[in-house]
């Protein structure tokens, strides 16, 4: 929710180069520092006010060293949300960056998410 929240780049370099062996982390957005604008461009964060209108859930964990910093970045995020005007509605938990969490947050997102595709 903000790429570029201090030690995201480097879990994006870590999470491509672990997940997809040989794969140039910096084909994704460039290089954080010289493409700044590319990064802030897909950044959430500094997108956040053109999302007036739509509705939002952000839910993060607390628990293990990669969900602690979606927390640290989906607060973040939140946080401009609420500064900009836009509501959102958040939940935020202990838990770990796991599929258990995941599953539970899908389940409670669940009917905002039918209502936006149009599921009864």
């Excluded at 956040?48 to 970045?73: I, P, T």
């Excluded at 969490?101 to 669940?110: F, P, T």
């Amino acid at each position: 929710m903000h790429i570029l929240e201090p030690g995201v780049p480097q879990a994006v370099m870590a999470g491509t180069t672990i997940g997809c062996f040989g794969t140039d982390w910096k084909r994704l957005w460039g290089d954080p520092a010289a493409q700044r604008s590319v990064w802030r461009a897909h950044n959430p964060y500094d997108q956040a006010g053109k999302l007036k209108g739509v509705e939002l859930y952000v839910a993060a964990g607390a628990g293990d060293l990669v969900e602690d910093l979606a927390n640290r970045a989906a607060r973040a995020f939140a946080g401009r949300l609420e500064r900009l005007g836009v509501p959102v509605r958040t939940h935020f938990y202990r838990g770990g960056h796991n599929y258990d969490s995941w599953q539970r947050e899908l389940y409670r997102a669940y009917p905002m998410l039918s209502r936006a595709i149009g599921a009864q």
